[in-house]
Each structure stands twice: as C-alpha cells, then as structure tokens.
C-alpha cells in the first residue's frame, strides 16, 4: 500500500514537501489519544532484547538518525511507529533557514537521496524549550532522545569552539546523549574540524559545557564523521575520543563521493563504506566505547550487519522515505524475533 502511495503520489511531490506532509500526519496521529495508543501498541518494540547503552536500558537497536525531525516536534509521534530511539537536530546556537531551495532531491533508481539543506533549525534555545516540555511527564522522560549539535553557518570557523559550547548549554540538559556533527558537507568549512587539531578544542569546549550544567562525566558524548574520511584519519578521530574520554562515535553522515551535484548522498550506496568505518573503528577503540552505526540501512540484514561490525546501536533514515511508516516497527522486530547478531555472516 506504501509503495503505490509513493510511487503515484509522493514523487510528484517536492520532497520537501512530502516530508512536511508525513510529518504533519505522524504528529497528528500521535497527538490523538485513543489513535496514537493504538499505533503504539502494534508497532512500538516490544523491549525483548534491549540494549544496555548510555546507562540506560534502550528497547531495541534501530533508531531514527539525524536530519528528520530537526526541531525536536515530533518525538512522540516517532517512537510510536518504532524507532527506540530519536536522534534530533542537526541544532545549532542560533536559528537559521539553511540553503536556498532546491536543496533536497530524491536517487530514484539507487533508492538514496542527496540533500544541501544546511543544518535548517530553529535554533538551540528553541529546540531545548520544545524538549524541556517534552520531559515534564513521565512518558516523555521515558523516551531515548539524542540531541545532534552542529556550527551556525554565520560563526566563523575559528570560533566554533564557543558555539557548540552555546548548544551544549543549552540541550545538555535534556539529552540522553549529545552528538558532534563536524561531517555535513553542506555548512562551509564543517568537514575541516574533523581534522584533529580542529577537532579537540570543540570536543573539550562541549564536555566542559556538558559538565557545567550537567552532573560531571554524566553525558554522554560522540563525535559523528564522514564516511569520506582517509583510514590514518577515522583511526586519528577514535584515539582522541579514547584520549577525551568521549562516550563514542556515530558512523557516518553523507556522502560527497558521487557525481550527481552539489550535496552528501544517503542511502544504500553509504553501506559498504559505513560498515568498513565502523568496523575499523571497533577495531581500534576495543570493547568500551559505543559506536552507533548507520549509512545504508534498510533491512533488518542490513542492521545486523552494522551490529556484527561493531556498533551498540544503528540508526536509518533515508529508507523511512522508500519503505513507509512501518519501516522501524519491521527492522526492531525482525532483530528481536532472530537476535539481533545472528544470521549475518562473519
């Protein structure tokens, strides 16, 4: 039924738009009690094999990346059709409207999309505001939420230190971890802090702002990077989160290494490369850090073999867009029915 939707209605659409379409809906639905409940009971995971991580219990080990729900207004709503987790954002300390439109397009015959969309939010203090709400019940401080920080395009490359610090402050709080995006192509000079020396005075400006409003040591923190970035390179960014202390690494954002414009490519063309960074990233930083996987996915297969790379947890969003509004609900549970690291070859 979703793909005779899609295909004859959504890819006449702008894929803005359709996004804003679905997303109303989904709000919608979660908004409504008896219908919201509902959806919940038949598509929330069951919680039968939970993975310990970031001191909590999380239900299952798919959850929603970055770049969906930007301003933190649908988390509800999200977790209600499967996802165990929501990671918000990309947030930055100030609001600003992203790149010109067009700016998101959709890889029909790859199953992928390409997007330039420039970290469009509303802002930190906006975003920490909408989440504060969110935590004053108990169901809403029962959801795994993670707040994905980014650099406001007008801060100088040079003073990106000090505006993560600002995000920190402000979502620390209200997060069950935090996440260091220095790996979208679509801010200027962003991928350049991955560069180590860039990239150690941001990771200390946010755990010191982390620690100021936060019991000390008590969030945890990760660093997401490219999937475009060298070998030396990933094994330079896991010595410094084992140097920092950091909680862990999310692998990996978008792709530039394609020929189709302007803008990082998601979808099934990140698998092989995301599941080779996270399996070198394993490798170098052992046992103790977490490693949240994703890049490619859309079958439960597909998860699994992030899992048995290395990653505690894997997130997916691209294949939202293709495989519908039950996508989440099927990947959780067909992990949970065959466990989670089994049947992928080793």
Same mark, same amino acid.
């Given at each position: 039924m979703y793909r005779l939707l899609f295909n004859q209605v959504f890819v006449r659409l702008d894929p803005e738009r359709?996004?804003?379409?679905?997303?109303?809906?989904?709000?919608?639905?979660?908004?409504?009690?008896?219908?919201?409940? #509902?959806?919940?009971?038949?598509?929330?995971?069951?919680?039968?094999? &939970? =993975? +310990?991580?970031?001191?909590? $219990?999380? *239900?299952?080990?798919?959850?929603?990346?970055?770049?969906?729900?930007?301003?933190?207004?649908?988390?509800?709503?999200?977790?209600?059709?499967g996802f165990s987790y929501v990671e918000v954002g990309t947030v930055t300390a100030h609001a600003q409207p992203?790149?010109?439109?067009?700016?998101?397009?959709?890889?029909?015959?790859?199953?992928?999309?390409?997007?330039r969309m420039g970290f469009n939010n509303e802002g930190a203090a906006a975003v920490a505001s909408?989440?504060?709400?969110?935590?004053?019940?108990?169901?809403?401080?029962?959801? #795994?939420?993670?707040?994905?920080?980014?650099?406001?395009?007008?801060? &100088? =490359? +040079?003073?990106?230190?000090? $505006?993560? *610090?600002?995000?920190?402050?402000l979502l620390a709080p209200l997060a069950d971890y935090l996440v260091v995006n220095v790996s979208s192509p679509n801010t200027p000079g962003l991928r350049s802090l991955q560069a180590v020396a860039e990239l150690r005075p941001i990771l200390v400006a946010v755990q010191e702002a982390a620690d100021s409003v936060t019991e000390p040591g008590s969030l945890p923190i990760l660093v997401k990077i490219a999937p475009d970035l060298p070998d030396e390179d990933v094994d330079a960014v896991a010595d410094l989160v084992a140097e920092l202390g950091?909680?862990?690494? #999310?692998?990996?954002?978008?792709t530039i290494a394609h020929d189709l414009g302007e803008g990082g490519l998601s979808g099934p063309p990140l698998l092989p490369r995301g599941l080779e960074v996270v399996t070198?990233?394993?490798?170098?930083?052992?046992?103790?850090?977490?490693?949240?996987?994703?890049?490619?996915?859309?079958?439960?297969?597909?998860?699994?073999?992030?899992?048995?790379?290395?990653?505690?947890?894997?997130?997916?969003?691209?294949?939202?867009?293709?495989?519908?509004?039950?996508?989440?609900?099927?990947?959780?549970?067909?992990?949970?029915?065959?466990?989670?690291?089994?049947?992928?070859?080793?």
């Open positions: 359709a996004h804003e379409i679905a997303f109303t809906g989904i709000r919608f639905a979660a908004a409504t009690p008896v219908l919201g409940a #509902v959806i919940r009971r038949f598509l929330a995971p069951r919680g039968t094999s &939970p =993975v +310990q991580v970031f001191g909590r $219990d999380v *239900a299952a080990p798919f959850g929603l990346a970055a770049g969906f729900d930007k301003n933190g207004v649908g988390v509800r709503g999200l977790t209600m059709l992203g790149n010109e439109p067009p700016r998101l397009w959709r890889v029909l015959d790859q199953r992928a999309v390409r997007n909408r989440l504060r709400r969110l935590r004053r019940n108990p169901s809403g401080r029962r959801l #795994v939420v993670g707040v994905n920080i980014g650099k406001s395009k007008i801060t &100088p =490359v +040079q003073e990106a230190a000090a $505006d993560y *610090a600002t995000s920190t402050w950091l909680a862990g690494v #999310v692998a990996v954002n978008t070198r990233l394993r490798a170098r930083l052992g046992a103790g850090p977490t490693i949240i996987g994703g890049g490619g996915i859309t079958t439960a297969d597909d998860a699994r073999a992030y899992l048995r790379a290395g990653a505690d947890l894997v997130q997916g969003y691209t294949g939202f867009i293709y495989e519908g509004p039950f996508w989440a609900s099927r990947v959780n549970r067909e992990l949970e029915r065959s466990g989670r690291r089994a049947t992928v070859p080793a």
